[in-house]
Every structure is written in C-alpha cells, then in structure tokens.
C-alpha cells in the first residue's frame, strides 16, 4: 500500500525589499489536529485572498478558527492541505492583545526590537524614531511599560510590529482589552498607521463595529454543522463600500452590520409600526 504524499508546504517568498508588495492566498486550505478522541479539524476548504495593501477583517464566533488562521497567516503553523502564499515570515509581522513588551525595557528598546536583523545602528534609531512619532509616542521614549497606560503600551506594540516594514500586518484582537474609549482612538490610529505606511492588515476581532469601521472586507468564519460539524470555513465575505476614515452612523453599515450579525446567529429586531 502507498503511503499518502505529504501535505504541501506553504510557498513563501524569500522577500527581498526590491520585490513588490504582496497580499495572501489560501488555495482549499485546511488545519487539524490528532487528541485523544481522534483528528479534529479547525479549517477546511478554505480559499482566501487578501488584495496587497487591503484591511481584511476576520468575524466569527468564538472557537471557530479564526486565531488558527492568523497563526497560519504568519508562518507559525503549517496548514494540514491545501496550498498558502505569503510573503514570507520575514515580511510578515503580528501584534497580539496583550501588549507582550519586556518590562525592563524602554519603549523605545521594546519599539527596537522589531528592526530587522542586520540594521545599521542610525538607520535603526531613525526608523524608531519615526514609528514612535506615527503612534505619538515620542514623549515617552524612555519610559518603561509598567509606567504607561494599557493604550500607549498598545501603541508601542503596534510600532514594534512596524518596524521590520512588513508587507502584511497581522493583528490578533489587538484593541480587545482597552476601555471602549482607548478602543475608538486605536482604530482611528490604525487608519492613521495604514494611510501613512500602507501594508496588507489582517484583523481578527469580536467586534462587528470595528471590522467594518476599519476594513475593506469582512470575513465571516463560521462552524459547519451536520456531517462536517467541528470545521470552520468562510461562511461570507462582505464588502464594506466608502472610503476610510467612515461615518460610523453610516446607514449602509448597518445595514452591512444586521447581516454579519445574522450571520453569526445573533437575532436583530426589527421595529414595525404599532397597529393601534
């Protein structure tokens, strides 16, 4: 009996800063894992692409893979089937959450580490500088994490994530544990990021709101039921028209945002007229 070819490895360009920006494609993608009670698929069947220099925002309820695509996304996973075209690990830079700065660190160090290695010494200092003023952090350079509040160290993690010039941007809930206030300024900061160094962004967030305040595209991962329960596959994909920055009481959003939320099984009521 022949033994199953292997799966494929991702293709990933070797990224030499003379390439053009790229997006991501994802060709019948899929993840599993082998536990004790047998293999468990996370994705399946998934195709994907990401325009270069788009925001791509991923919804979807919870568990149903979106983190495991962000992983894949970055190079920290490869997908069990299926064909992935990045432009490399190297091109490619993830901000999480949690800020995860080195607390003996300065901001500035922290900011220092995402440079690329190799850097000359004044060209790195120039680049730090720089990002720091993008997130209107250059006040507080020398200050350490744990003497600044939970948006600027946010900020921080963003210019650190910058600062390698990747061709994606890959962003993990990144504003979900900031106050609704902090919240709204990061997205605006975000665009402000984008508009100033444009590179392919792939968000993943909980927030309707947010993805299509800040993305040209929704993606909605939702779980398959019946025979196939367990996976999750793209379920929609919503353009979200109107140039950025958007009036967020813009009534085609929400028109956009009843049907994400239908989408992700959650009711939306409708007012009619009372008949008295």
């Known amino acids: 009996m022949t033994a199953p070819a292997p799966a494929p490895a991702p293709t990933?360009?070797?990224?030499?800063?003379?390439?053009?920006?790229?997006?991501?494609?994802?060709?019948g993608v899929a993840r599993g894992f082998d536990g004790p009670q047998g293999r468990h698929e996370v994705l399946r069947a998934l195709d994907l692409e990401l325009a270069p220099g788009g925001i791509h925002a991923v919804i979807g309820p919870s568990g149903c893979g979106k983190s495991t695509l962000l992983r894949l996304v970055a190079g920290l996973d490869a997908p069990s089937t299926g064909r992935l075209t990045t432009p490399g690990a190297e091109r490619t830079a993830v901000a999480f959450q949690e800020p995860r700065l080195l607390p003996w660190?300065?901001?500035?160090a922290n900011v220092a580490l995402g440079l690329p290695r190799g850097t000359a010494r004044r060209e790195g200092r120039d680049r730090v500088r720089r990002l720091l003023q993008l997130v209107?952090?250059?006040?507080?350079?020398?200050q350490r994490p744990r003497e600044v509040s939970g948006g600027m160290a946010q900020r921080a993690s963003l210019a650190r994530a910058l600062a390698r010039g990747p061709e994606v941007l890959l962003l993990d809930e990144p504003f979900g544990a900031l106050d609704a206030l902090t919240r709204l300024r990061m997205q605006d900061l975000l665009l402000e990021i984008h508009a100033a160094e444009p590179t392919t962004v792939l968000v993943?967030?909980?927030?309707?709101?947010?993805?299509?305040?800040?993305a040209d595209q929704v993606l909605l991962l939702r779980s398959l039921r019946g025979a196939e329960a367990g996976a999750a596959s793209l379920a929609r994909r919503i353009d979200v028209p109107g140039a950025r920055p958007r009036?967020?009481?813009?009534?085609?959003?929400a028109q956009?945002?009843?049907?994400?939320?239908?989408?992700l099984g959650v009711p939306t009521?409708?007012?009619?007229e009372d008949p008295r």
């Open 204 to 214: 993943v967030t909980h927030d309707v709101e947010e993805a299509l305040y800040l």
């Open 12 to 27: 990933r360009d070797p990224g030499p800063d003379s390439r053009p920006a790229r997006g991501v494609r994802l060709d």
């Open 256 to 263: 956009l945002r009843a049907e994400l939320l239908e989408g």
């Open 136 to 142: 209107g952090l250059e006040h507080a350079a020398g």
């Open 247 to 253: 009036d967020r009481t813009d009534p085609a959003l």
């Open 105 to 108: 660190r300065t901001l500035e």
């Open 269 to 272: 009521h409708h007012h009619t």
